[in-house]
């Protein structure tokens, strides 16, 4: 089923990266979270920075592949793509975040 979405991992991630992006943004906009419920602010933004990581991780190599795609690849043929180690790391954080997320929103009540 994960191979299906492989054609559109590079909107999946700049989608990704721009909701991680407003994420950040609003809990600076929300500051006096801080002072109410400091856990669940710094989880929120923890969570924004890890989704535009992960994001941008998706989307930027997979638009560098479409670049190097026509400009032509490397010279076995094939697209250079980096290792990208920090995918799977990134990954399981998020998944330990997003677990926290559930958890948290339904100790914290920020209204």
Same mark, same amino acid.
Request: hydrophobic share 55%.
């Given at each position: 089923?994960? #191979?299906?979405?492989?054609?559109?991992? $590079?909107?999946?991630?700049?989608?990704?990266?721009?909701?991680?992006?407003?994420?950040?943004?609003?809990?600076?906009?929300?500051? #006096? %979270?801080? &002072?109410?419920?400091?856990?669940? %602010?710094?989880?929120?933004?923890?969570?924004?920075?890890?989704?535009? &990581? @992960?994001? @941008?991780?998706? $989307?930027?190599?997979?638009?560098?592949?479409?670049?190097?795609?026509?400009? $032509?690849?490397?010279?076995? $043929?094939?697209?250079?793509?980096? #290792?990208?180690?920090?995918?799977?790391?990134?990954? @399981?954080?998020?998944?330990?975040?997003?677990? %926290?997320?559930?958890? #948290?929103? &339904?100790?914290?009540?920020?209204?």
């Amino acid at each position: 089923m994960i #191979a299906k979405l492989a054609p559109y991992q $590079g909107w999946i991630g700049a989608v990704s990266a721009l909701w991680g992006v407003w994420m950040v943004i609003r809990s600076v906009l929300n500051l #006096a %979270w801080l &002072s109410v419920a400091p856990i669940y %602010w710094v989880t929120f933004l923890a969570d924004g920075v890890v989704q535009a &990581s @992960l994001g @941008l991780l998706l $989307g930027i190599w997979d638009a560098q592949d479409l670049h190097q795609a026509t400009r $032509g690849a490397g010279q076995d $043929g094939r697209p250079r793509r980096p #290792a990208r180690p920090k995918q799977g790391v990134l990954g @399981l954080v998020a998944i330990g975040i997003g677990a %926290w997320m559930v958890i #948290a929103g &339904s100790i914290f009540s920020v209204a």
